[in-house]
Structure formats: structure tokens, C-alpha cells
């Protein structure tokens, strides 16, 4: 079970809800992918313009919603950013994102601390977007954070864990503290190898959205979030240097056989 | 009257307080929620905040997200 804010779930797939091609492929891929998290955002509202069919199509979802300050470029856009969204979406919880480039949207920590620290005072529950550096991380606990957000590898871009060992220390170090890969995983089998490695948790979006069948891919990443926590339950086996064979070689024929 | 950003958009209003602009505006349903000079404004005190000229207000709705 997964556990964040006095909240546990089943899932331990998070689901972003931008770029389908149809609010009906967002409903499916929802079922589908078997999430109990999707990741929502502000934008700005048009003058008279009526409702949204999204926000109709919230109302119904039985998930936890996760409002995010995607393109915050500040400590205090992000909060004002996060303020707004606990009164429109009734929840405390906010997927804190500061930006400091706009080419690999990269976290911009030195704010995404100060934002945090803010937020945390003023209970909220932070999942923060971060990068895999130890100290920011160390950072972020020190000033309340419960959950870790690191990337993957830039948002959008697909290619998966581009820093695994980094990513492993932060599992062996922040023992205490949910750890979601957050951002640029593409395949499932980059969502199998964050769970295998210990992570408790994935966020992803494009990986799904994008895909050309949505809908079977949030079902394969369900299954590779499942498949991969299972593995990492069941104790995985260490790889080695040298080649050990499965089959004993005693009582194997022909052993000792001078060769003709 | 008065001219002031709504949205990053320079328009001219009578309103003198956020509860009359947004009224104003025709927002009327709770789908909204709203910050002046960068500041977020609960919706309980809409009433009591006033809009003077340039000031900048930023009403948002939800949306989808990643």
C-alpha cells in the first residue's frame, strides 16, 4: 500500500490527465491504468466563458486530485499557485514544480525549496518535482517534505532513468520518506525499473497520453508498476561478474570423458 | 473608472472591489478562484478587497495536468 498524507492506496501509479486526444481516452486510460492519483492543473479562466466539460469530469472521478504549479517560474507564483488550487479543488495537496529552464524544464531547487518551506508551514501535503541530487533532496525532508518527487529525465522526453545510481542512493537513503519517480519515464519497463529499484511510487503522463493506443498503454504501465514492486518484494538477485550455471554439473553425462 | 490586467489583458472597469469585478465579469459559479498583485484572494473576502488601477488579477479554473 502506498501511503501519503494519512491517505494509503492500492496504486502506486500516478496518472497526469494532459494531452489525450479525447476526454473519453482520459476516462479509459484512468480505468485502466487502475491509478487512484491524477495530477491536475490551474489555468487562466476566459472571460464568461462557462464551465469546463474537465471540471465536469473531475466531479465523477473517485481519485485523490493532485494540482500541480507547472510553470511557476517562482517561489511566490507557486505558492499564490498552490494557495488557489487548495480553495478550487478542496484538497492540500499540491505537486510543487518551480521551473529554471525552459528547455529541459529542470527544477529551478533554490526556489523549490523556499516554496516548499512555505507550503509545509501552511499544511499542505508537498509532492515536490525535483532532481536526483542528494542534497536538494536532503533539503526538501529537512524543511517537511514526506514525499520525494525526482525526475526521471526531463518531462516529456521519454527516455527513462537517465541517472540510476543516483536514483538507488536516494533509496538507500531516505529510508523514511515516499519516493515517486516523477517525469520522463516513456516505456513500462522504465516504470518496472524505478519500482525495482525501490522507488514506492511513478508519475507519468506523456508515456501514456502520448502513446498511439493510450488506453492499452495505461494498462501496460499498471502492469509494470505491479510487476516491478512485486520483484523488488521478492528480493531480487544480485548480478555478478562471473557466470554460475543453473544446472549442478554433478551426475552430468559424460563428465570426465576423454575427448576422442 | 479604473484600468487594471485581468489575466495579463489591460481592460478599464467601474468595479471597485474583486467581488464586483468578478460579478461584473460574469464569472458566477464557485469553478474559479482568484489572486490580485500576485496574491491569492479566498473567496470570503472578495467583498473586502479592493481593485485599484493597474493592479493585476489573475482569475483561474481548473485544467488538465501533468
Given at each position: 500500500m502506498l501511503t501519503i498524507g494519512g491517505k494509503t492506496f492500492d496504486s502506486r501509479l500516478l496518472l497526469g490527465t494532459a494531452q489525450y486526444p479525447a476526454p473519453s481516452v482520459l476516462m479509459q486510460a484512468i480505468t485502466q491504468s487502475q491509478t487512484q492519483i491524477i495530477t491536475v492543473s490551474l489555468r487562466r479562466q476566459m472571460?464568461?466563458?462557462?464551465?469546463s466539460d474537465f471540471w465536469q469530469l473531475l466531479q465523477g472521478l473517485p481519485c485523490q486530485l493532485l494540482p500541480n504549479t507547472a510553470g511557476c517560474l517562482s517561489a511566490q507564483e507557486a505558492i499564490t499557485t498552490a494557495q488557489m488550487a487548495r480553495e478550487l479543488f478542496d484538497t492540500n495537496w499540491i505537486k510543487l514544480e518551480v521551473i529554471g529552464d525552459d528547455y529541459s524544464l529542470q527544477p529551478n531547487v533554490f526556489e523549490l525549496v523556499k516554496a516548499a518551506e512555505v507550503l509545509v508551514q501552511d499544511s499542505f501535503t508537498v509532492l515536490p518535482y525535483c532532481t536526483e541530487d542528494l542534497v536538494v533532496c536532503q533539503a526538501l525532508v529537512d524543511c517537511g517534505c514526506s514525499v520525494l518527487m525526482p525526475w526521471g529525465a526531463p518531462i516529456g522526453t521519454g527516455r527513462g532513468l537517465q541517472n540510476p545510481y543516483a536514483l538507488a542512493q536516494l533509496v538507500d537513503r531516505f529510508t523514511d520518506t515516499i519516493l515517486i519517480i516523477d517525469a520522463g519515464l516513456g516505456k513500462p519497463s522504465h516504470a518496472a525499473q524505478a519500482m525495482e529499484l525501490g522507488f514506492d511510487g511513478v508519475l507519468l503522463n506523456t508515456a501514456v497520453a502520448g502513446a498511439i493506443d493510450p488506453v492499452r498503454m495505461a494498462q501496460a504501465f499498471a502492469l509494470a508498476v505491479q510487476s516491478g514492486r512485486l520483484g523488488y518484494e521478492a528480493g531480487l538477485v544480485a548480478p555478478s561478474e562471473q557466470a554460475r550455471a543453473s544446472t549442478p554439473f554433478i551426475d552430468k553425462p559424460f563428465w570426465h570423458t576423454q575427448r576422442m | 473608472m479604473i484600468t487594471m490586467y485581468l489575466n495579463g489583458k489591460m481592460i478599464t472597469t467601474h468595479s471597485t472591489t474583486l467581488a464586483a469585478l468578478v460579478k461584473q465579469l460574469g464569472y458566477r459559479q464557485a469553478t474559479f478562484a482568484a489572486a490580485v498583485n500576485e496574491q491569492f484572494i479566498p473567496r470570503e473576502h472578495y467583498t473586502q478587497t479592493p481593485i485599484k488601477d493597474q493592479d493585476r488579477v489573475e482569475i483561474v479554473t481548473a485544467m488538465q495536468g501533468g
Amino acid at each position: 500500500m502506498l501511503t501519503i498524507g494519512g491517505k494509503t492506496f492500492d496504486s502506486r501509479l500516478l496518472l497526469g490527465t494532459a494531452q489525450y486526444p479525447a476526454p473519453s481516452v482520459l476516462m479509459q486510460a484512468i480505468t485502466q491504468s487502475q491509478t487512484q492519483i491524477i495530477t491536475v492543473s490551474l489555468r487562466r479562466q476566459m472571460l464568461q466563458q462557462q464551465p469546463s466539460d474537465f471540471w465536469q469530469l473531475l466531479q465523477g472521478l473517485p481519485c485523490q486530485l493532485l494540482p500541480n504549479t507547472a510553470g511557476c517560474l517562482s517561489a511566490q507564483e507557486a505558492i499564490t499557485t498552490a494557495q488557489m488550487a487548495r480553495e478550487l479543488f478542496d484538497t492540500n495537496w499540491i505537486k510543487l514544480e518551480v521551473i529554471g529552464d525552459d528547455y529541459s524544464l529542470q527544477p529551478n531547487v533554490f526556489e523549490l525549496v523556499k516554496a516548499a518551506e512555505v507550503l509545509v508551514q501552511d499544511s499542505f501535503t508537498v509532492l515536490p518535482y525535483c532532481t536526483e541530487d542528494l542534497v536538494v533532496c536532503q533539503a526538501l525532508v529537512d524543511c517537511g517534505c514526506s514525499v520525494l518527487m525526482p525526475w526521471g529525465a526531463p518531462i516529456g522526453t521519454g527516455r527513462g532513468l537517465q541517472n540510476p545510481y543516483a536514483l538507488a542512493q536516494l533509496v538507500d537513503r531516505f529510508t523514511d520518506t515516499i519516493l515517486i519517480i516523477d517525469a520522463g519515464l516513456g516505456k513500462p519497463s522504465h516504470a518496472a525499473q524505478a519500482m525495482e529499484l525501490g522507488f514506492d511510487g511513478v508519475l507519468l503522463n506523456t508515456a501514456v497520453a502520448g502513446a498511439i493506443d493510450p488506453v492499452r498503454m495505461a494498462q501496460a504501465f499498471a502492469l509494470a508498476v505491479q510487476s516491478g514492486r512485486l520483484g523488488y518484494e521478492a528480493g531480487l538477485v544480485a548480478p555478478s561478474e562471473q557466470a554460475r550455471a543453473s544446472t549442478p554439473f554433478i551426475d552430468k553425462p559424460f563428465w570426465h570423458t576423454q575427448r576422442m | 473608472m479604473i484600468t487594471m490586467y485581468l489575466n495579463g489583458k489591460m481592460i478599464t472597469t467601474h468595479s471597485t472591489t474583486l467581488a464586483a469585478l468578478v460579478k461584473q465579469l460574469g464569472y458566477r459559479q464557485a469553478t474559479f478562484a482568484a489572486a490580485v498583485n500576485e496574491q491569492f484572494i479566498p473567496r470570503e473576502h472578495y467583498t473586502q478587497t479592493p481593485i485599484k488601477d493597474q493592479d493585476r488579477v489573475e482569475i483561474v479554473t481548473a485544467m488538465q495536468g501533468g
